[in-house]
């Protein structure tokens, strides 16, 4: 599949800011065997007076901009092309849980994409009695790693409702367990947790949702949005698989990947720091278009 992706971040402030300083995180890279980066382009307004732009710890790809004169507002705009690889199911070849311990316990690398990073708690994932217990509970008679994993994303599709409303970007997972509501983002910290939980190792994916509108409806400009989702190791054989818990599918064609990290600190859209006073106002659009 061939996308054309549009992202457009803006923010309006209530007073001047000056020496704005981010980090920004939004742009796609490519991923061998699963997606490629045909054409992309990040662009800014006002223009920072310093951009930099470089791949992190894990591989993404960050632009670090910066402001020495005052401005009043932000505003961010991605456009990327990207082919997305023809993903098969994979047959289930990852071993137990008590044989997947044995797996990591006898690899040694600390390379950006070993399981060891994904194992203990992360700046936004703790690990909680009370969520693994439920993670447990869902994967009880589950026969391997990736039988396991599907079972608590299903269960967490099921037992938890999307509320937009009920959470905000900085929600603890283990506050978003006890409401049973969420978004994309506070499924995936919890599927995270769980996983962890149970020893297996899990991250934090975020990207883009190529959305379908029902029959007969047209499509909306905007309906698309910034997602996130859950990769687990399952094990030497097969390595990392991605979960969808908001949707209850395995990561396919219509999953386009940011970047990978430990949870959502690790690949924010955007962090910094400025000085100002007041308030500000913050819009994000997102079109993701099939042309192919």
Not at 54 to 59: A, H, I, N, S, Y
């Amino acid at each position: 599949m061939l996308y054309d992706i549009r992202l457009e971040m803006s923010y309006d402030y209530d007073a001047p800011v000056h020496g704005g300083r981010h980090l920004v995180r939004v742009a796609p890279t490519t991923i061998p065997g699963v997606q490629r980066i045909v054409a992309s382009s990040l662009s800014f307004e006002p223009r920072p007076e310093r951009i930099s732009t470089f791949t992190d710890f894990f591989g993404n790809l960050a632009t670090e901009i910066s402001y020495a004169n005052p401005h009043d507002s932000l505003f961010i705009r991605l456009t990327a092309r990207v082919l997305i690889e023809n993903l098969t199911l994979p047959a289930d070849l990852s071993p137990t849980i008590a044989a997947l311990r044995q797996e990591i316990a006898n690899l040694w690398t600390i390379q950006a994409n070993s399981p060891h990073h994904f194992l203990a708690a992360s700046p936004r994932v703790r690990l909680d009695p009370a969520i693994t217990d439920y993670a447990k509970q869902t994967s009880a008679t589950a026969p391997s790693v990736l039988a396991a994993t599907m079972a608590l994303c299903l269960a967490i599709n099921r037992d938890f409702t999307y509320d937009s409303k009920a959470t905000n970007v900085k929600t603890d997972p283990v506050e978003a367990f006890a409401l049973r509501k969420g978004v994309c983002q506070d499924f995936a910290h919890i599927m995270i947790a769980g996983l962890r939980g149970l020893g297996i190792p899990a991250g934090y994916v975020s990207g883009f949702l190529r959305t379908n509108p029902p029959a007969g409806k047209p499509r909306l400009e905007g309906a698309d949005a910034m997602h996130a989702w859950v990769r687990a190791w399952c094990g030497q054989d097969m390595g990392w698989v991605e979960f969808d818990p908001t949707n209850a599918i395995m990561a396919g064609p219509d999953h386009i990947a940011i970047g990978h990290g430990r949870d959502y600190a690790d690949i924010s859209p955007i962090v910094g720091v400025l000085k100002t006073h007041g308030s500000h106002e913050a819009k994000q659009s997102v079109d993701v278009v099939s042309v192919q």
